[in-house]
């Protein structure tokens, strides 16, 4: 048993020396990392080591003091002492913090002395730092990531972007690669730096123009314009279109009353001074604003416009409106009051009679209400009454051209007759004083009427006259009733002997001792 003691005691290095030694190693750990103090020591033969400890100097008062490891303000477990009791003394720390940074001792005692090292063990603390080469690039440029532990003891490091994984350190950026990133060590990721950022600018994209699909008219609409850019687009930087016709700037349009006449295609275009693809100006799509409103501007329209009597007709009602109109209603208007006569934007009567004649108006309606169209007269034209008056109307001329050729006729038949019978009685004047004494045969006798004796034919007449010299004073009224005989003898051009006379005036009469009486109306 004594021979094993020597056996151990030969072997170990306070044994081999002989003299009170401490060996410390300097050590540079990362903030949240473990480290171990490097630590051998010595002593002389013959001492058996019974305990071992750690201290740390602090300042304290204006001077360095040495406190018992046990003693500091620390988590359990933070220090460790993982050496052993004949040469071996490392310290073991855990989550390393910038206050464990300073100066270690380590001391121990034996079963003859105890010994204090003489130089202490400095322990710094670092931080991993990360960098981006460079923090601000533009789309599609290289940047590179560094990270700086600030101890020569190289280890393995990972990188993560808002606490997603990245693959490399070097690449070339995209808008997806702005964010925050840090470094960490490997298979130790809570011991990280602290977070950098890469700001990778780019053009506007995802341009829009938010509005209400669908707005009533009258009301207010305000359109908005946003996009993803970096820098962000300013209000100054966003301008609106309509129909490729600038309408204002800044990222908000507002209408205050919308009218019809602002529905229509709308969009906006962004600028922040970054270019894509050599395009500064990024178009957002189109959007359609669609202005609803009731019906309006109602009208009617007839086809045929000239209705005949039993002929069709059909009434239109057309009007503008958004939504178009869904319903419509036919009225009479009679006396102030409307009588509903149908429905349909197309009212049809296929047999038009006098009774369907009047004024008539429709009602157009949609979803956002209703109005009413101007009145419209319906005038009916009776049937065919244009064609009966030609034939009356030829009639009533035939009669009266015919009753003037009549008038006519007679008339001229009645101043043929008034001619001959002057003549006649001028003959018979001439011719009575030698054929008063001729053969009685040759005397004709004629019923005339007494004229005036202020006319010229009375005149010439009333010398012959064998019945009344001398007329009575109501001769001028009483004339009509009475007659006057005269004898009138026809003298022929070419005297013949009386004997062909009569024979001839014979035959001319049909039969030889006839008396002809002719009667003669008054002329006027």
Not at 130 to 141: K, L, M
Not at 221 to 244: E, F, I, M, R
Not at 337 to 355: K, W
Request: one cysteine or more; charged letters at 15%.
């Amino acid at each position: 048993m004594e021979s094993l003691i020597v056996i151990i005691l030969v072997i170990m290095p306070g044994v081999w020396s002989g003299s009170w030694r401490v060996t410390l190693k300097d050590q540079c750990a990362l903030r949240g990392t473990s480290v171990v103090i490097k630590c051998q020591y010595d002593y002389p033969l013959g001492h058996i080591v019974t305990s071992a400890g750690w201290s740390k100097a602090l300042y304290v008062s204006g001077e360095w003091e040495k406190f018992l490891l046990s003693q500091l303000p620390s988590p359990p477990h933070h220090f460790k002492y993982v050496g052993n009791y004949w040469s071996d003394c490392n310290l073991l720390v855990n989550d390393v913090q910038h206050t464990d940074e300073g100066e270690y001792f380590f001391h121990f005692v034996t079963t003859l002395n105890r010994w204090r090292s003489q130089i202490p063990a400095h322990l710094s603390v670092r931080e991993l730092t990360a960098a981006v080469q460079p923090s601000a690039v533009t789309e599609g440029d290289d940047v590179s990531l560094d990270c700086v532990s600030g101890c020569p003891t190289p280890i393995n490091i990972v990188w993560f972007r808002d606490g997603q994984r990245v693959p490399k350190p070097v690449f070339q950026a995209g808008r997806e690669d702005t964010g925050r990133y840090h470094c960490a060590v490997l298979e130790q990721e809570t011991v990280r730096s602290a977070s950098v950022a890469l700001n990778v600018q780019y053009a506007p994209s995802k341009v829009t123009l938010s509005v209400s699909p669908s707005v009533v008219k009258g009301s207010p609409v305000t359109l908005t314009c946003s996009s993803d850019a970096n820098p962000p687009v300013t209000h100054s930087g966003y301008n609106l279109y309509k129909d490729g016709r600038f309408i204002s700037s800044g990222q908000n349009h507002t209408i205050s009353a919308v009218q019809p006449r602002h529905s229509g295609p709308y969009y906006c275009q962004a600028w922040n001074n970054i270019s894509r693809g050599g395009v500064d100006l990024i178009n957002s799509t189109e959007v359609h604003l669609d202005v609803q409103y009731g019906p309006e501007n109602i009208s009617i329209s007839v086809e045929p416009p000239h209705v005949v009597e039993g002929s069709s007709v059909n009434l239109t009602c057309s009007s503008a409106a958004n939504p178009a109109a869904d319903s419509y209603t036919w009225y009479r208007v009679s006396s102030g009051s409307m009588l509903q006569v149908g429905s349909g934007q197309v009212l049809s009567l296929p047999s038009v009679d006098m009774s369907h004649a009047g004024l008539y108006l429709c009602r157009a309606g949609n979803q956002l209400g209703g109005n009413n169209s101007t009145e419209v007269l319906l005038a009916v034209k009776e049937k065919n009454r244009g064609r009966r008056s030609l034939p009356i109307l030829a009639g009533v001329g035939v009669s009266i051209f015919v009753t003037l050729l009549i008038l006519f006729w007679l008339k001229q038949r009645t101043r043929a007759e008034k001619k001959q019978t002057v003549y006649d009685f001028r003959l018979s004047g001439r011719g009575s004083s030698s054929s008063a004494s001729g053969d009685p045969s040759n005397r004709v006798y004629d019923n005339i009427h007494s004229l005036p004796p202020s006319s010229p034919l009375a005149q010439d007449i009333a010398p012959h006259s064998q019945r009344r010299s001398h007329p009575e004073p109501d001769d001028a009224t009483s004339y009509e009733d009475e007659v006057t005989y005269s004898t009138v003898t026809i003298k022929p051009r070419n005297l013949r002997p009386p004997h062909l006379i009569h024979n001839s005036w014979s035959r001319a009469c049909g039969h030889d001792d006839s008396v002809i009486y002719t009667s003669l109306a008054q002329s006027s």
